[in-house]
């Protein structure tokens, strides 16, 4: 099964400053039709998830564009450019690719205002 | 607008089954699958299984598989899940989730304990 890693665990930021997250797979998320089906879910304190980024870098409608999402084969990052209060919660990543059977999801990283 | 709405908390003693509605409005219900996801007292995202909405064709985890059955009634735009041998493991909040896991249900608790 693929493994997702994500890091770091919890992420301390100031306001209005950049922040950055990791997200490492086990293997290969290139589907043989050329995709890459990593996504990002931002669940703030108290909600359901929300799925912000799709294939690794796509928005989906709605999501602010101060986040952004880049990376290829294992290793994505979801970037935020300036942190605003109600970004705080935990982001997650998820693989698509080896689906099916399988579709897994990282431990998550929290964010957090400093 | 989309939404997804599950049915209410339940507390289940160990050895039980419980079974779980999600009831979708705000779209043509048949033309996008049905993913169970799950996530556990320590924040962890588990995905489940889905079903096609259309004919009904189930995948389903393989950590799940032989406990979970994802059903679906199109007359009444639900899917349903129901998870047998209910363990104190299976606490968890238990969320449906449409299409390319975008939109969510509000989460339905499950209680395990005797």
């Known amino acids: 099964d693929v493994v997702m890693t994500q890091s770091p665990l919890s992420l301390p930021v100031t306001l209005g400053q950049p922040a950055s997250m990791s997200c490492r797979s086990s293997?290969?998320?290139?589907?043989?039709?050329?995709?890459?089906?990593l996504n990002w879910f931002q669940q703030r304190p108290g909600q359901s998830p929300r799925r912000l980024i799709y294939?690794?870098?796509n928005r989906d409608s709605g999501v602010p564009d101060r986040f952004s999402g880049s990376g290829s084969g294992t290793n994505f990052t979801l970037k935020i450019s300036r942190v605003e209060a109600e970004d705080v919660g935990v982001y997650y990543c998820?693989?698509?690719?080896?689906?099916?059977?399988?579709?897994?999801f990282g431990g998550g990283t929290k964010v957090e205002i400093k | 607008q989309v939404q997804l709405v599950q049915s209410g908390a339940e507390v289940k003693k160990p050895g039980a089954s419980v079974k779980i509605s999600c009831t979708a409005t705000?779209?043509?219900?048949?033309?996008?699958?049905i993913h169970w996801v799950r996530q556990t007292p320590g924040q962890r995202l588990e995905w489940m299984g889905w079903?096609?909405?259309?004919?009904?064709?189930?995948k389903y985890s393989r950590k799940f598989q032989g406990r979970v059955t994802i059903t679906r009634d199109t007359s009444a735009t639900t899917a349903y899940m129901e998870l047998s041998s209910l363990t104190s493991e299976d606490t968890a909040v238990y969320y449906c989730?449409?299409?390319?896991?975008?939109?969510w249900g509000q989460g339905t608790l499950v209680t395990v304990s005797s």
């Open positions: 989730a449409r299409g390319g896991i975008t939109d």
């Open positions: 705000g779209y043509t219900f048949t033309t996008f699958p």
């Open positions: 079903i096609n909405a259309a004919n009904g064709n189930t």
């Open positions: 293997q290969s998320l290139v589907f043989s039709d050329g995709n890459t089906y």
């Open positions: 294939k690794v870098s």
């Open positions: 998820m693989q698509g690719t080896n689906w099916p059977p399988e579709v897994t």
